[in-house]
């Protein structure tokens, strides 16, 4: 149970710290953070609590949305935080068509799909220096095609390897999340061309058919439609050694208590992804 | 207006004979048809509907479903009434992971996508010489992957050109459809690749937010994200000299005068497709 890491907002109910004592009391090793819980909390106490606690900070959530205006300072923030937190990755969530706001219908915005991840590349290399500077891991992580107008113009592990290259890979790694690549026919062999670029590996199920609000489509390992053992073979042949983060936005699991959620977390991890990990 | 083709679905509430009539009203040259109305038509009318109207078929929709039990005879009888339509193509939706029944809840199923794709294979290799036979072409549709679990394991156009690589271009094609490739990074070059391969070109937009039925989120050119031109000018590069037809599921477009719906659908073909299609 040491490599799972809660991703908090699969208990989203929970502060920071309760999510905290959550994974303490359930033996889990990790937990991935959200930047606007962690400013709640406060960076300071945060780190304290996790610390004390002796948990690994798997993730920050998130960086990115890197076409809008002016997405710099907000990142450079971004980055400073995870350092303190001493999380494994900050999470790149690159962002979608500049203008367009996800959830709010179309205003003014640009069509030019090869700009924006233009500007995906042109921001990275302005950050990828000042995160290497403070030790921080930036992750791209590839969304799900149907996000690509709205949140991360970035939509298969192979565009996000692409655009990693010509960064360490301990400075720009990838993040690979189970429910926005288990489509690709590609994944197996990208996954084995990330290799020691996988900052982060991410599980949860894609559910069918899909809620109203396709942002909230992923669902606990084993209720959806993925098979999760050749991607977790896939990882853990890289000698990935890193935590395994469940990340489910579901308005289900949100409504539930969050302990009976961590409860399931645990017994699906065991059962649906532990298996195929390999010795650590 | 004369490349332009209606797909029936576009203005759904009007039977195939008020479709037909509809096209001659309006100039436009094909039309693409949809079995279950044929069949409500009546095949033997709705072939001399359309030859006394002038009207080519640009494709008849649909074949495929091919990961499911039993799919060859009712593929076989898709053929025999594509051959009677003469219709450019058959379109193949491909189907999903097997036992995964669109917009309902799971029930038994397979997670094994390779092996669902592994008989789309299967069963193409059955159904090409039988269309051949015919002069019927088959037209591989790579739908989008929010569509992979249960409509179509085809995710992308290499997908679709991987698979249709044994067979003769005149005997085995390819759909272009906008709403499904648009934010594939690969799309240009795969077009290009596609080349001679490329049946069907069928355009309509991408909306955001998706509406709570997925399968409802095309919307009418102009409404949404895609920028139109990279995509007609690469489909136009190969040569590609067949109709393009505007396929459009769309709550409100459904509940709205089809004449309406037509009239608006020549205005945005006129003023963002037809302009970069080049001389025909």
Not at 72 to 101: K, T
Not at 190 to 198: D, E, L, S
Not at 245 to 259: C, K
Request: proline share 7%.
């Amino acid at each position: 149970m040491n490599r799972l890491s809660l991703n908090q907002w699969t208990t989203r109910r929970w502060t920071v710290a309760e999510a905290v004592a959550g994974c303490v009391r359930h033996g889990v090793g990790a937990i991935g953070l959200w930047r606007q819980d962690v400013a709640q909390q406060g960076l300071d106490e945060t780190v304290k609590l996790v610390q004390n606690a002796g948990l690994r900070v798997s993730s920050l959530c998130r960086g990115g949305f890197l076409t809008g205006p002016d997405p710099l300072a907000d990142n450079r923030r971004a980055i400073d935080e995870a350092a303190a937190l001493q999380a494994a990755c900050l999470v790149m969530v690159v962002g979608g068509l500049p203008g367009v706001i996800p959830g709010e219908p179309l205003g003014t915005f640009s069509r030019d799909l090869p700009a924006a991840r233009a500007r995906v590349a042109d921001a990275l290399a302005t950050l990828a220096p000042y995160a290497a500077d403070r030790g921080v891991r930036l992750a791209l992580e590839p969304l799900h095609p149907m996000y690509c107008a709205d949140r991360a113009v970035l939509s298969t592990l192979a565009q996000a390897l692409d655009l990693a290259e010509p960064y360490p890979p301990e400075v720009v790694g990838v993040v690979v999340d189970t429910f926005h690549l288990w489509w690709d026919p590609d994944v197996l062999p990208q996954i084995a061309r990330a290799g020691t670029r996988i900052a982060s590996y991410q599980v949860c199920d894609f559910l069918v058919p899909l809620p109203a609000d396709v942002l909230l489509g992923r669902g606990m390992m084993g209720d959806g439609v993925i098979d999760f053992t050749p991607l977790t073979r896939a990882v853990a042949e890289t000698g990935y050694a890193g935590d395994i983060e469940v990340e489910i936005f579901n308005a289900d699991l949100w409504a539930a208590d969050p302990e009976t959620v961590l409860t399931t977390t645990r017994d699906r991890y065991a059962r649906l992804i532990a298996p195929d990990l390999g010795p650590a």
